[in-house]
């Protein structure tokens, strides 16, 4: 669902409140514009889940972009989508302890939640220790300004643009660079685990 525009002047305009800050508002304002609005969809989506009706995800989602924007004044976060996914998550468990019956779908859901959070078990940090592994392989086999463009976009959270102006390269060459980069990990990660599925 796409909502209105006067809806995302509404998210906008709680970037522009406030007092002395460490951030320019317009910085904030266009951090904010660029990317925190895309990211709305998939945040109500996430939202609907605990909420009691729609309306309720629409207060939860003016309360997440507050808290966004107050973060942000002080300083703008590398990476927006697990800042405002986490803002949410915490503003989540905050209102279910306050709240003074808690249904059992929304325990189940911040235990969802929560489970990033947990320290991983022996067998996860082997798996999640062997996929590095294969993505530095991987990587390593990539043209060098390709393998450049995936690490400060996927990395260092870093936009085309500014890649581009490190680079020295236009926008549209760091979009190929992405596309053709992010085409080849995958087909070494997910190539391989086809390849193993077919074999007796």
């Known amino acids: 669902m796409v909502d209105s ?6 998210g906008a305009e709680q970037c522009q409140q406030g007092t002395a800050m460490s951030v320019l508002l ?4 266009a951090w904010f514009v660029r990317e925190v609005l895309p990211l709305e969809s ?10 009691r009706d729609y309306a309720d995800a629409e207060d939860l989602r003016q309360e997440v972009y507050m808290r966004v924007c107050e973060s942000a004044q002080a300083e703008l976060p590398r990476a927006a989508r697990p800042f405002v996914f986490t803002v949410a998550r915490n503003l989540l468990i905050d209102r279910a302890r306050r709240e003074p019956i808690v249904s059992i779908e929304a325990v189940a859901d911040l235990e969802v939640l929560n489970v990033a959070i947990d320290e991983p078990g022996p067998d996860r940090s082997a798996i999640a220790r062997d996929d590095l592994r294969r993505l530095q392989a991987a990587l390593d086999r990539l043209p060098m300004r390709s393998r450049s463009a995936v690490v400060m976009r996927k990395v260092e959270g870093l936009s085309r643009h500014e890649i ?13 660079h992405l596309t ?3 085409r080849a990990l995958a087909d070494v990660f997910y190539g391989e685990a086809s390849n193993d599925r077919r074999r007796p």
């Open 5 to 10: 525009p006067d809806t995302n002047r509404e």
């Open 164 to 176: 581009a102006q490190r680079l020295g390269i236009t926008e549209k060459t760091v979009e190929r």
């Open 26 to 29: 317009s910085e904030v304002r």
């Open 42 to 51: 998939v945040l109500m989506q996430f939202l609907r889940r605990s909420a």
């Open 180 to 182: 053709l980069a992010l």
